[in-house]
């Protein structure tokens, strides 16, 4: 055990994978000598050398197809993409070769690789850095998609990503990155994809979110739990998709009430997957419509604004409070 | 290796004034004494600008900043070579061209200090707004370019990226375009030797970016890009082609970048103290150019005071106004995604107002 941040924890479960696995390697921009823009890979290139960790040429969707290609030879690449707001240029070879070997094979084919990105709002990062669209993954069938929201879930979930036969997009919020720290073990350990996580029990009300939104979760369940005399029940949903169905539909049948909360703009945005979960599968428990808290529908905003863009404890608050009231 | 398979070696770098700043008379560009003196202006300026926007990022008064000090040479010169009526399309580190195309100062001052009303086209600036996507805005270029051929105008478009944006599909796509469709457009690339801490090398096994215009049948040239009137010389003549009809030109200005990529970075994890000293004490642009006005005896330590107080209070006055500006008006998140707002939107807004985080002025200026 030793008290990691989340960039730190990362660092460690990388440095794991390379160790345990010869066919494990790191590649992206920067990430070879410079140990990455954030330091995810600090170190890693001096200890396993250049053939392992190395860096590339500026292209994303050269980072991703040679990924692919290499995953279906038998390695197990990891490609970094600096920031998620430059992963559109790989989006084709994610969505129509990543995506879709395996199927397009009859499973002859596999994808067995990880697709790392920072992401987020909050860090005072110039434009379209700050972008939050996993949506536009999570629609893809054939990929999963993975946001931790602590460095233990970090480097438990990533460590699984490497194992996971099928590609992964690993998106690490930015924010969270040096926001605290944790004990977390060195040594390899996996946390399960696909499964949600209870960070808080609770009977009144069911708070789903994921990723850089928890600690403002935190806060505003705090407040309203105090305000209200209500327990409320959060849960972190890590894998996006697939997403945990069984943890979501549960919850609000313990609670009837829920409120999902997330950073990206609100339309056509996971929040309504998950309701529409909820409303095919727990419509009778219901005992409120579903509230949805998110970024407002355009492009997050230049840094003076951001902190605006983003959903904050009071607005949550607020969302549980209608939803309670109801 | 075969000398049948060998590579072909690299041509010149096209040159005009020496480090100590000699030069041959007759190849000069006919400029005349005041634009001479007007780019050194320019290059000092660009220069100072970078180093108070370097200090105001230290104390929290901008973002993340690009230093451009190092290229002054490359991004003034290509400038010069433009008319107000031509395109230019820069990239976040051409804060020196862009004031010289005509953007104000105060502006790029707002967009380093993550305004959303950073960009309002002011009247008559042909500067293209920034994106930060690398190589992306080479194919905007290329098609600009090609809506001004369509429309039978004779205006260059002129386009800036680095040298790691020649790894990119973009680039790419957007050489093979200008090539095949003959668009009137200049390829500028600032080979700085770095994207971020990946040197040239890693990013090309090509010996130079010029050299990858002849697969897509394009003209190109591989100039000093620490000498200000051989960048000038060369994007003049490639503009002029442009006017003529005759094509595109893609231009590989040699130059370095003396700070690290941003300030959010550290380039002396991946760079030798002495591989920078070299650049900055044998190879410095305003130094060369200087020497070369001080030879021409267009230029003397009496002149260079004047400036250096004219450029202080330029900036001084500059930086008052943006400071003066305040925090940006929250509603401009919401004003600008779709011309006439939907509902949704609409109502977000409000809600918003309603709740009101903060307050802001506008600041369009
Ligand atoms: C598509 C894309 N990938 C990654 C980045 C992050 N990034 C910003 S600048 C940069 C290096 C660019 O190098 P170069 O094109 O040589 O231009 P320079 O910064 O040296 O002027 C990188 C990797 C980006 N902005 N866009």
Not at chain 1, 72 to 81: D, R, T, Y
Not at chain 1, 205 to 230: C, D, N, T, Y
Not at chain 2, 90 to 112: D, K
Request: proline letters at 6%; hydrophobic letters at 40%.
């Amino acid at each position: 055990m030793q008290e990691m941040t989340m960039i730190q924890a990362i660092n460690n479960a990388l440095r794991n994978a390379l160790e345990s696995d010869p066919g494990v390697l790191i590649f992206g921009e920067d990430v070879g000598h410079n140990g990455g823009v954030f330091r995810a890979t600090d170190g890693l290139q001096q200890q396993f050398g250049e053939e392992r960790v190395f860096d590339t040429p500026l292209a994303e969707s050269g980072i991703v197809g040679t990924a692919i290609g290499m995953a279906v030879n038998g390695l197990k690449p990891i490609a970094e993409i600096q920031f998620m707001g430059f992963i559109y240029s790989a989006f084709e070879q994610i969505i129509s070769h990543a995506a879709r070997i395996r199927t397009r094979s009859q499973g002859s084919y596999t994808v067995p690789m990880v697709i790392r990105a920072p992401y987020g709002a909050g860090i005072r990062a110039p434009e379209l850095h700050s972008d939050s669209s996993e949506a536009f993954f999570v629609h893809q069938p054939g990929l999963k998609v993975v946001v931790p929201s602590n460095p233990y879930d970090a480097k438990g979930l990533l460590l699984a990503a490497i194992e996971d036969p099928d590609p992964v997009l690993f998106l690490e919020p930015m924010k969270l990155y040096r926001a605290f720290k944790e004990p977390v073990p060195t040594e390899k350990y996996t946390v399960p994809l696909g499964k949600a996580k209870v960070m808080k029990e609770g009977t009144d009300i069911s708070i789903f979110s994921w990723g850089a939104m928890l600690p403002a979760v935190r806060q505003a369940v705090q407040k309203a739990e105090q305000e209200m005399h209500i327990q409320a029940q959060i849960i972190d949903l890590r894998t996006l998709s697939p997403l945990d169905e069984e943890t979501i539909i549960a919850s609000v049948q313990k609670t009837g009430r829920a409120v999902v909360v997330h950073e990206a703009p609100k339309t056509a945005g996971v929040g309504s997957e998950i309701i529409a979960i909820i409303n095919d599968k727990a419509l009778f428990h219901l005992e409120a419509p579903v509230a949805r808290i998110a970024g407002y529908d355009v492009p997050p905003p230049l840094f003076q604004l951001e902190d605006l863009y983003i959903p904050d404890a009071d607005t949550i608050r607020a969302g549980i409070e209608r939803t309670m009231k109801y | 290796m075969s000398k049948v398979l060998a590579r072909k070696p690299a041509g010149p770098v096209f040159n005009l004034v020496d480090a100590d700043g000699t030069a041959d008379p007759q190849l000069l560009p006919p400029l005349t004494e005041r634009q001479y003196i007007e780019m050194y202006r320019w290059m000092k300026i660009s220069r100072e600008f970078d180093r108070r926007a370097v200090m105001m990022q230290r104390k929290g008064q901008l973002g993340t900043y690009p230093s451009l000090e190092g290229q002054e040479a490359a991004q003034i010169g290509s400038a010069f070579a433009l008319r107000k009526e031509d395109m230019m399309f820069p990239t976040y580190r051409e804060n020196g061209a862009a004031m010289v195309h005509g953007l104000p100062i105060r502006q790029i001052l707002h967009y380093w200090n993550g305004r959303a009303d950073h960009f309002v086209k002011p009247e008559g600036v042909n500067v293209f707004p920034v994106a930060v996507p690398i190589a992306t805005q080479v194919l905007h270029a290329v098609g600009y370019a090609m809506a001004d051929k369509f429309k039978r105008q004779n205006r260059a478009t002129l386009v800036y990226f680095g040298d790691g944006a020649t790894s990119k599909g973009d680039f790419h796509e957007g050489m093979n375009f200008a090539g095949v469709f003959r668009v009137p457009v200049v390829l500028f690339c600032q080979n700085n030797q770095y994207a971020i801490s990946v040197p040239y090398h890693r990013q090309t096994a090509s010996e130079t970016i010029a050299e990858k215009a002849d697969a897509y049948g394009v003209e190109s040239i591989r100039v000093d890009g620490n000498d200000v009137l051989a960048v000038y010389q060369a994007t003049k003549n490639a503009v002029y082609k442009a006017y003529l009809g005759e094509g595109p030109t893609l231009i590989e200005a040699v130059t370095y970048r003396y700070n690290s990529h941003t300030t959010a970075d550290d380039h002396t994890r991946y760079r030798s103290s002495t591989e920078v000293e070299k650049w900055r004490t044998g190879r410095d642009p305003i130094l060369r150019f200087r020497r070369f006005l001080e030879r021409q005896g267009l230029w003397n330590e009496n002149q260079e005071n004047l400036l250096a107080h004219e450029i202080q209070t330029l900036l001084d006055e500059e930086i008052k106004q943006m400071k003066q500006c305040g925090p940006s008006n929250p509603l401009h998140m919401f004003e600008y995604s779709y011309q006439d707002l939907p509902l949704k939107v609409e109502e977000q807004r409000n809600e918003f107002i309603a709740r009101r985080k903060g307050g802001g002025i506008e600041c369009r200026k």
